[in-house]
């Protein structure tokens, strides 16, 4: 049986630990809950010294939230990808219930790196990134830490754990213990714009 996606269906997956990606020729969607899930201990995510400079230079203008639908689409323009035009219709209509976010790299008025994800209570659920200048997206990930951290978020999930997400000191903790902490962050009154 095909489930057409919805914000609300979106919704209700992440309090319970599943998230969507599209698959095959077909981009047929799919639900997954990895174990072990990778998530980021927000006190404890590292940014080299090299990157805090570049942040310290001010280049990038960050902005939240202003252009999520051209966040979402730089992230699915790429050879292969997991977000199919259906993700990307339901993320916006999810953007536009206050849920969906994006933190975005501006360099002289041009969207040049940023990220987007769901906010949830005090978990936010990072979805893709993407970079068209050197360390934009990097530099939109630290603000999205100092953001979550500054407005008590508890959980940072990143889902999967990669070779690019290691140098921020990414940890994967068993399903069980994911849905524990998944209980107490969707519990918290956060919010994220």
Not at 102 to 126: I, Q
Request: with cysteine; hydrophobic share 40%.
């Amino acid at each position: 049986m095909l489930v057409t996606l919805t914000p609300e269906l979106l919704l209700q997956a992440y309090t319970q630990g599943f998230f969507p990606m599209a698959e095959g020729q077909g981009q047929r969607i799919y639900w997954y809950e990895p174990d072990p899930r990778a998530v980021f201990e927000l006190d404890k995510v590292h940014f080299s010294k090299r990157l805090l400079r570049v942040i310290r230079q001010e280049r990038f203008e960050i902005r939240y939230s202003t252009a999520f639908e051209r966040v979402i689409r730089a992230c699915a323009d790429r050879p292969s990808t997991w977000i199919s035009e259906e993700i990307i219709r339901t993320y916006i209509r999810l953007y536009r219930t206050g849920y969906g976010q994006s933190v975005e790299s501006w360099l002289d008025g041009e969207l040049v790196g940023g990220l987007y994800g769901v906010s949830l209570g005090g978990a936010f659920f990072g979805e893709s990134m993407f970079c068209r200048v050197s360390d934009a997206s990097k530099v939109a990930f630290f603000h999205l830490v100092e953001r979550l951290r500054g407005r008590g978020f508890a959980l940072l999930d990143t889902q999967f754990a990669n070779e690019h997400l290691v140098q921020f000191h990414v940890v994967e903790i068993p399903r069980r213990e994911y849905r524990q902490r998944l209980k107490g962050a969707l519990a918290l009154p956060c919010k994220f714009r």
